[in-house]
């Protein structure tokens, strides 16, 4: 799975492009805790098999927030949600479940780890591969998306196994299964390659120049 500081990262990065009017220090903690907290499931592991990277990465609980807010706050005639938390809480509600979709899970469904998104309905991890580049010869290649005679469809869906098969290793569950083992090696990622060092490093210099501004208009 991908490191929670790089998940974190990514949702500085949303908070500092999307909550506008709405961007303080409390907002910006929402959206990084909602960013990293599908990462929870790991703490899940140790007593519900398989719950890595599939209970709260599953996209059940992320609909059911986006339908129950859109509801409220579009199509119900009186929001309690806007009555109580007014524009800026709604804001920052939309904000936060995209930072829980982009970087919580988008960024395990990326990964090599994949993402067990119809968890637990149906028990399937799904990893989502592909390139896009611009050749001489063959001009734009992209591989995300097939282009047939059946229509478009998206192609390198690749399964790693199921809750079953499957063990994702972290450092809460070092195995990926159930049960506390004291003694196991535990290794925290902060990083793991050199894109994600540069990812954490912008959303740092990102927030620093917001923040800045925000004290000089103030």
Do not use: C, K
């Not at 199509?75 to 930072?99: M, N």
């Not at 290649?141 to 690749?158: M, R, Y």
């Not at 290794?187 to 000089?216: D, K, M, N, P």
Request: aromatic share 10%; hydrophobic share 55%; proline share 5%.
């Amino acid at each position: 799975m991908a490191p929670t500081l790089v998940a974190a990262a990514v949702g500085a990065l949303l908070a500092a492009a999307l909550l506008g009017a709405a961007f303080d220090r409390r907002a910006v903690a929402v959206v990084v805790a909602a960013a990293v907290a599908p990462d929870l499931d790991a703490v899940a592991s140790l007593v519900l098999p398989g719950a890595t990277n599939a209970l709260f990465h599953a996209i059940w609980l992320p609909l059911f927030a986006a339908g129950a807010l859109y509801w409220d706050t579009a199509v119900s005639e009186a929001s309690r949600f806007r009555a109580r938390f007014g524009w800026r809480g709604v804001r920052i509600a939309w904000v936060a479940l995209a930072a829980f979709l982009v970087a919580g899970v988008g960024a395990d469904l990326f990964g090599s780890a994949g993402a067990n998104l119809l968890y637990p309905i149906h028990d399937a991890y799904y990893r989502i591969d592909g390139r896009l580049v611009f050749s001489t010869r063959e001009g734009i290649v992209q591989t995300f998306v097939a282009l047939g005679a059946e229509g478009p469809g998206i192609l390198p869906i690749a399964s790693p196994g199921t809750t079953a098969s499957h063990a994702i290793p972290t450092f809460v569950n070092p195995d990926g299964r159930p049960g506390l083992a004291l003694d196991a090696d535990r290794e925290l990622s902060l990083v793991r390659s050199g894109w994600q060092l540069v990812v954490v490093a912008a959303a740092v210099a990102t927030l620093a120049v917001r923040f800045g501004r925000r004290e000089v208009a103030e």
